[in-house]
């Protein structure tokens, strides 16, 4: 079959509108700077934190809607062993994640100035241990690219009988080219028009979908359904732990990426932050409506009357490509063509961000707080720039492996909540917290993580967790796992935290032996929470350049 030439042509229209408002939002950033006299780096990380509460929201939301949230949504209302009910599980965990940022970390991430995620950690830590963590954040950003991605190919080779290599390569491209000009601005702005694109192409397929004359009515057919499983899922009761882990998951896991602190770091206040972010969260669930209804009428589809013919997507093994499937066989042409153009401003609107977030840990984390410090502005603008390039080419390379797409997102979903999140809350929250108990709680976290195993990716369980049984041959944990391990780091870091205080306070072990210098004049505390951002008020904020870098420490200081 040959390729959809109005399809195509609509797809380079949409790409050239959303390269020209990326365009248009570089010079905006430009004359934003000379304004301002903001600098370079400033500008194109965090948009000199001038970011009003309108593009904030867009932003930020659409950071989240990206091209694997549309195709999952609607691949697992359809799927028989997950349904409605985990398609409801998995909307409010992602959506509760606003919510929890925008009340626990928006303030303090704020109101201290910070650039990343990764700047309490290297006033606190030293170069190291924020080495370590900043190399993390970094590959789970890159791993999210081609996670985004090959949503976009599956849709367009399916609808648009397009090739897969090339649909993938056309959007890395355009998002690269206006991040590359135009920094957060260009991000922030495109997601303006792509949020607003993707919301109008899912309302707009919605009905088409349902008036097919092959599809039942969908609310007959949620709890029984003759052509296929009902639609509202038939998850076990056994599964119930974890569902809750994996609720935590998500709702927990999502706070330990860097790409929401550039939105929140990046607002005019700390108040504009916390209303992003509850914003974001009510319009989040607003964008799953459509995907559930899509989802229940594929599911409500006797596919042996359509086009695409016996047997069912499911029983072909093609779940995962169930939207554009639907889209192609019921819905007419153009229906499918703009439904494919929700799917790619998707993919884009979260791409950029991957690339912009890992662009800020590389440039200002890793090469101008650790490899040179005394690297210029225009030397740092140089940075930003070839790091979104590289960071862009290698996670598309990455699509290569597409059979491999739970790799990437398991690795970088796993990093954010047993890693990341734990050490985030510490520092934070917690002035007992130093290097020692870090390091152990990394090491705590991933061993522990490691050694739970995982069926999907082939790792055989070491520890069984009560709960664990053998199913066809494989060991599986009906114990939350992910979330004991999460746990487990996080009290690793502040028992190891505080006896490393004990011994060094008490002489007990030799000052010299204190690496991380979290030798204090008090004795030890209780392992309390700090309250949040009272004791680091708004005279205590983080200083970007290197001749206040030591006068910051007492900010985060190790107290004991």
């Known amino acids: 079959m040959a390729a959809n030439i109005p399809g195509v042509i609509a797809m380079v229209f949409f790409y050239l509108v959303v390269l020209g408002t990326g365009i248009w939002a570089s010079f905006k950033s430009k004359r934003e700077q000379k304004k301002r006299a903001a600098s370079g780096m400033d500008m194109a990380l965090l948009g000199n934190r001038s970011l009003n509460l309108l593009v904030g929201i867009f932003t930020m939301t659409a950071t989240w809607v990206g091209g694997g949230f549309i195709v999952s949504m609607v691949e697992m209302v359809y799927t028989p062993s997950m349904g409605l009910t985990c398609a409801i599980l998995m909307l409010l965990a992602n959506s509760s994640s606003f919510v929890i940022g925008g009340l626990v970390f928006a303030k303090p991430m704020r109101d201290r100035n910070y650039v990343t995620m990764l700047d309490p950690f290297h006033i606190k830590y030293g170069k190291v241990l924020t080495a370590v963590l900043s190399l993390g954040s970094l590959i789970m950003d890159v791993l999210l690219v081609p996670t985004t991605l090959i949503g976009l190919g599956g849709t367009m080779s399916v609808v648009l009988d397009f090739s897969y290599t090339v649909c993938i390569w056309m959007s890395a491209s355009i998002a690269i080219i206006y991040t590359l000009l135009g920094g957060l601005y260009s991000v922030a702005y495109t997601d303006i028009i792509q949020l607003v694109l993707i919301f109008i192409s899912l309302y707009v397929c919605v009905p088409f979908v349902l008036m097919n004359p092959h599809s039942l009515d969908i609310s007959q057919t949620l709890m029984n ?308 951002a009272t004791e680091h008020d708004e005279n205590e904020k983080l200083n970007r350049n290197d001749s206040q870098t030591e006068a910051s420490e007492t900010m985060v200081s190790t107290r004991c």
């Open 225 to 532: 359904n003759t052509l296929h499983a009902p639609w509202i899922g038939a998850p076990e009761l056994k599964k119930t732990a974890t569902m809750i882990d994996d609720f935590l998951f998500l709702s927990l896991g999502n706070l330990g990426y860097q790409c929401f602190y550039q939105r929140t770091c990046s607002a005019t206040s700390s108040a504009t932050a916390k209303l992003t972010c509850f914003a974001a969260f009510f319009i989040y669930l607003v964008f799953g409506i459509p995907l559930i209804v899509l989802g229940a009428a594929a599911a409500s589809t006797d596919w042996n009357l359509t086009t695409y013919g016996s047997p069912s997507p499911y029983e072909r093994g093609e779940a995962g490509l169930v939207l554009p499937i639907a889209l192609q066989h019921l819905t007419p042409s153009f229906i499918a063509i703009i439904g494919t153009g929700c799917v790619a401003a998707a993919v884009m609107s979260s791409a950029d961000s991957y690339l912009l977030s890992a662009a800020s840990v590389f440039t200002y984390s890793i090469y101008k707080n650790i490899l040179r410090p005394q690297a210029s502005d225009r030397e740092a603008q140089w940075v930003i720039q070839a790091s979104v390039v590289m960071m862009g080419l290698a996670g598309t390379f990455l699509t290569n492996l597409k059979h491999s797409i739970l790799v990437f997102w398991f690795l970088s979903a796993e990093v954010a909540y047993v890693v990341i999140f734990p050490q985030l809350v510490c520092i934070l929250f917690f002035n007992i917290s130093n290097g020692y108990g870090a390091t152990m709680g990394l090491l705590v976290g991933v061993v522990l993580r490691l050694l739970s195993g995982d069926p999907s990716l082939g790792l055989p369980p070491v520890i069984h967790f009560p709960g664990c049984t053998l199913e066809d041959g494989v060991y599986v944990q009906y114990s939350p796992v992910k979330t004991i391990s999460m746990l487990a780091a996080l009290a690793a870091i502040l028992l190891f935290s505080y006896l490393a205080s004990v011994f060094f306070n008490k002489g007990l072990l030799p000052e010299k032996w204190d690496v991380f210098q979290v030798k204090a004049q008090h004795s030890p505390q209780p392992l309390t929470a700090t309250g949040g």
